[in-house]
């Protein structure tokens, strides 16, 4: 891509989405390997086996696998909370060191803050030192994510009076607040029930077109996978490597009783059954 | 009874409670002598308040419980807090919480009236010493008890120490530590009665036990009940003042 198309596309994406969200960063897998120390004795454990992958900025990318392969591990490591044993992961090609507001988690149980009203969770980011905004600035940022995530009616509500797709509507207000390049979900709509799920599928993938950030999704939910995706990856089980890298290139909004839906459906699923 | 409001419901026992004890006293079934009936008393509380030393008495009282009281508050939180995010203050501290902690303070009363004198400065030690350690234990229970994932999540926002300690630690801890304030009013109020009436010059404590030495019996009750209603209100102040101050937190039953 030339500079100016780059350039023409981040106009592009920032008028749709107000004056001050910034677009994706590409975040680059570099050969990450993860061991943990066996107990007393035992050898160590294997949990990421050389795991190399691109994910392009700006970019929706599923992760899928079978359960307890170390999917979310590896989100962990992107979010910079665990520090691999080999290997190293890059956003826009500088190394990963520790957890930024730049690449933020959300995770499948809502960690709001049940002190805070939904707006004052939303707020929550930007009245720290590190990425403090003028009072006027930051009230009207909030004001737009939580018309963004469609909950202008609830400010004022505390989390415990909120369902959870509503939560996790508020996660994803809050954590869009400090304008992070990454989005790493870990299987944020778990505990939603099914309809839900498909309602926020739906929001999420709005919010990604309007914000433009890369956001890379942990499920073990394959349907989901091939709604939301550009990029799909498939682990294998522990230790987890990439089986397959499966391009989406289906125009959205996807229906998932269209033919080329159900055969990148069912091309996931063989590819997870041999996996096991 | 449940279809009626709670404060019907809340407010039928103790009218019962006072008429059986008016005629219990009236009929003569015990001597009034002994137990005069409420009327008596109340006519008693009244001329103390108009005239009498009642409210010299109660000030008394309440303010030493005010200061004890609010130095504990000061100390015990941050003792607390320290405990429950150090290791190392934890196993100093503990050993010596525990040791202190099952002694009653009417044992350590003579120490502190040989330190601090008769006047204030003893009781008002006793007080914040025994107010400490339920402040203390809920401090830490409340600091323990917040779930990682807030102080994790604060922290990957851009969070630094001092404020995930303003915004996580402190919020996270005070519903526990609430109820640790209110438990340890409780222990204020019925330490200070006790340390007046052991060695006191004013106070309800004092006032309650010179009546019993007069055989004041009228003026005895009126004296266990300003404590009771002075303890009754300031629970109920405690309670308004949570619903204010933690609008998020919900017991299971207000």
Known sequence: MTVNAAAAMYASRQT?????????????????????????????????????????AGSFTCIIGPSGCGKSTLLSIIAGYLAASRGQILTDDVPVSGPSP??????QNTTLFPWYTAAQNVAFGLSLRANRKPRAEAAAIVKQLIGLVGLGDFSDCYPHELSGGMRQRIEIARALAVNPAVLLMDEPFGALDALTRLTMQQELLRIWTETGKTIL????????????????????????SVAEVVKVDLPRPRSRDNSCFTAVAHHLATLLHAAF | MLRFSPFLRRTVSPCALLLVWELISRTRTVDPLL???????????????????????????????????SIS???????????????????MLDPIIELIRPVSPLAIFPLALLWFGIGDGSKIFLIALSCSFPIILSTYA?????????????????????????HIILKGCLPQLFTGIRVAWGIALIVIIASE?????????????????????DRVFAGIVVIGVLGFSTDQAFRALRRRLLPWYQELRE
């Open chain 1, 217 to 240: 999704l942990v499920t073990h939910d394959i349907g989901e996978a091939v709604v939301l995706a550009d990029e799909i990856v498939v682990m294998t089980p522990r230790p987890a």
């Open chain 2, 197 to 217: 009436m052991i060695g006191g010059v004013a106070g309800l404590g004092y006032m309650v036990l010179t009546a019993q030495e007069t055989f004041r019996v």
């Open chain 1, 102 to 107: 730049e690449r933020l988690m959300v995770f």
């Open chain 2, 35 to 69: 137990l005069p009936p409420p009327s008596v008393v109340f006519a008693e509380i009244g001329r103390l308040l108009w005239g009498g030393s009642l409210l010299l008495d109660l000030w008394a009282s309440l303010r030493r419980i005010l200061v004890g009281f």
């Open chain 1, 16 to 56: 749709v989405a107000g004056s001050r969200q910034t677009g994706g960063r590409r975040i680059l897998v570099d050969r990450v390997s993860l061991e943990f120390a066996g107990a007393r004795g035992r050898a160590p454990v294997a949990v990421l086996n050389d795991v190399s992958y691109e994910v392009k």
């Open chain 2, 142 to 166: 409340g600091v323990r008890g917040i779930d990682r994932s807030y102080i994790r999540v604060a922290r990957s926002l851009g969070a630094n120490q001092s404020e995930i300690l303003a």
């Open chain 2, 73 to 91: 508050v000061v100390i015990s939180v941050v003792i607390g807090a320290l405990m429950a995010r150090s290791v190392l203050f934890e196993d």
